[in-house]
């Protein structure tokens, strides 16, 4: 699929297309099993987006935002995130 997409639970990556991992620098297997905080600018940023996916998620409401995330070779670039 060319979309990137990736599959977690608990904010782990369990499973990843090879664009979702591509579109952030990495390899497929080099993702599986981390936490999304690797892909995020800093520790404040990933724990304030869980914070507010968690209160959509519970509720059953489909969440959107726009963030600006980082690849493996710490460049920063803006993506759009729904789940």
């Known amino acids: 699929m060319p979309v990137p ?3 977690a639970e ?5 499973e990843c297309n ?3 991992a591509r ?12 936490s999304f ?12 987006t869980g914070q507010m996916w968690s ?7 489909t969440y959107y935002d726009e963030r600006i995330m ?3 070779d710490q460049t920063r670039f803006w993506c759009k995130v729904r789940g």
């Not at 579109?23 to 981390?34: D, I, P, V």
């Not at 905080?37 to 304030?48: A, I, K, M, Q, T």
């Not at 209160?55 to 409401?61: S, V």
Request: no cysteine; glycine share 6%; proline share 2%.
């Open 55 to 61: 209160t959509n998620m519970t509720m059953g409401i």
């Open 5 to 7: 997409l990736a599959y």
């Open 37 to 48: 905080h690797l892909l995020y600018p800093n520790f404040e940023d990933f724990v304030r």
């Open 23 to 34: 579109l952030f620098g990495y390899g497929r297997a080099e993702l599986r099993n981390k």
């Open 18 to 20: 090879a664009e979702f």
């Open 10 to 14: 608990h904010r782990i990556i369990l």
């Open 70 to 72: 980082i690849k493996a």
